[in-house]
């Protein structure tokens, strides 16, 4: 997976960038949002993510993972 965000279709594996609007592919198959992995891995995310521990919104304590353009 890419550092950058995309959409991919189920079916066929075709990507499209993250910001077009359409919801299926050429295929006639569904799009789903995929990530690029963080920066971080193993036990330093593990760290980070630990250290959020009680920090509002349980989903966010993993926001690398979640949205990773919105981490920092």
């Known amino acids: ?3 950058v965000s995309a959409q991919a279709c189920a ?10 609007a359409r919801a ?3 295929c006639g198959g569904l ?8 920066p971080e891995t ?6 980070r993510f630990d250290g959020r ?5 349980g989903v966010w304590r993993f926001a690398e993972v979640v949205l990773p353009s919105a981490a920092g």
Not at 11 to 20: Q, S
Not at 53 to 57: D, I, L, M, N
Request: net charge positive; glycine share 14%; with cysteine.
């Open 1 to 3: 997976m890419t550092a």
């Open 11 to 20: 079916a066929c594996g075709r990507t499209y960038p993250e910001t077009d």
């Open 24 to 26: 299926r592919c050429a």
């Open 31 to 38: 799009l789903e949002l995929r990530h690029g992995a963080p």
């Open 42 to 47: 193993g036990a330093a995310l593990r760290r």
């Open 53 to 57: 521990r009680g920090e509002g919104s």
